[in-house]
Each structure stands twice: as C-alpha cells, then as structure tokens.
C-alpha cells in the first residue's frame, strides 16, 4: 500500500527518529496496536488529507513528506498505523499547501465535513435551518472571498453554534456535534477561526458525531482540492 509519511525538515519524527530512503523502520508487533499512540507508526493513505488532518495529529510544522511502503496493522480517518515503514522517495508537498489558496482548500474541507453529517442534525431538528445555512454561507465565501461573505459567514457561524449549543443541552449530542461541524467552517470563512484550527474541530466533531469509519475523509480531502481549483 502506497503510504505518505510527513516529517521535519531534518528527516525526523518524534523521538528524533531517523527516516532515510530505503530505511526500514520497525516496531515491535503487540496485541491490539492503537492509533496515535507508540504502538505504532504513523501515516497516511492520502497526500491531500495528510496535510490537511496534520494540525489535528500534532505534526502541522512538518513539511518534508516521504512516499512510503508500510505493514499496516490499524487505520482510521485515512490515517494509518504500522509495524513496519520503509521510505521509497522524497516527494512534493501538494501545489495548495502553504499557497495563497490554503484557506480556501480547508474551508471547503470543513463545509465537506459538516455536509457529511449535517442530515444527524436535520433529522433531529427539521425546522432549524442554521447549521445548513452556516455551510451554505462557508461555500458563498469559497465562491466569492469578500468582505460581505465573510460578514454573513460571522453571522451563520454564530446562529450554528447556538444551534449547537441547544442541542447539547437537550442531550442531542450527535445532531450537537454536527451543528459544530458547520459552524467551524462559517468560522474559518469569516476569519473567527484560523483555517487549521477549523478543519481540526471540524473533522473531530464528525468523528464523534457518527462512526468516523463511514466517513470518507480521502475523498473529502480530494473534493475540497477540486472545489478551489477547479473552480
């Protein structure tokens, strides 16, 4: 399985581990190996969600990414855990990182995100429109980055997260996790919230608000490229 390893620019993760060309790296093999712990190592199996997901794993400051080969052993999100990882060739970071673009690509993640589950809160609250409309407004910024956009997304992140709020009040949580979901993204349209720190709060609160294994975060992450680029 082709894998993505991002590191520092010393060619190093936690620990100052070490990662050459054609350097196996290995763990040893345990029961029930965990994600995001050091039972494993880590990767993922999509360079777009790499870079975008980073900030939520601990490791947005790394910009080196290696194509690796790995014995996966547990996943999750399009993250991956291994026994084993051996690094094949030094690779590009994708064109939108760290462009003047990126922001648009996260918030357009986060919208994604929020869509993915939006229909959790819908089913609770039928006639409570303000988490849909926060997305709706995330998108109107994607498509036109203007103040007046970003004025409306301050407006629909606001409403959402009250949205939010009620619900976890009437013990809601998933629908509460899901109007979360779309108020990061107005947020991060309306500048109340930095891009990263959106998609980060984002992709976790549709993590909790239904089983992430449903969700498609690969795809999600592609789609929000396609979204800025084609667009």
């Known amino acids: 399985m082709k894998l993505y390893k991002l590191m520092k620019p010393d060619h190093t993760t936690r620990n100052e581990q070490k990662w050459e060309i054609g350097m196996r790296v290995e763990k040893a093999p345990c029961d029930n190996p965990r994600l995001c712990s050091e039972d494993v190592l880590h990767a993922y199996t999509n360079l777009n969600l790499a870079f975008m997901l980073a900030p939520l794993h601990g490791t947005g400051d790394y910009p080196v990414v290696a194509e690796c080969e790995g014995d996966v052993v547990v996943s999750d999100w399009g993250k991956v855990g291994c026994i084993a990882i051996t690094?094949?060739?030094?690779?590009?970071r994708p064109a939108w990182v760290w462009s003047g673009r990126d922001t648009q690509v996260r918030v357009a993640f986060a919208a994604?995100?929020?869509e993915a589950v939006i229909d959790i809160y819908n089913a609770e609250y039928p006639s409570e429109d303000a988490p849909r409309r926060a997305i709706m407004e995330a998108k109107a910024w994607l498509a036109n980055p203007s103040i007046e956009t970003?004025?409306?997304a301050v407006s629909a992140a606001d409403a959402a997260s009250y949205a939010a709020n009620?619900?976890?009040?009437?013990?809601?949580?998933a629908a509460s996790y899901a109007?979360?979901?779309a108020s990061y993204a107005a947020?991060?349209?309306?500048?109340?919230?930095?891009?990263?720190?959106?998609?980060?709060l984002a992709a976790r609160a549709v993590a909790r608000a239904t089983d992430a294994r449903t969700i498609d975060f690969t795809?999600?992450?592609?789609?929000?490229?396609?979204?800025?680029y084609d667009a």
């Open 87 to 92: 690094p094949v060739r030094w690779i590009d």
């Open 112 to 114: 994604l995100c929020a």
């Open 150 to 152: 970003a004025a409306r």
């Open 166 to 173: 009620s619900a976890t009040y009437a013990a809601s949580y």
């Open 179 to 181: 109007a979360d979901a």
């Open 187 to 200: 947020r991060a349209a309306s500048g109340r919230a930095t891009s990263t720190r959106a998609v980060s």
């Open 219 to 228: 795809a999600l992450a592609d789609e929000a490229v396609r979204m800025v």
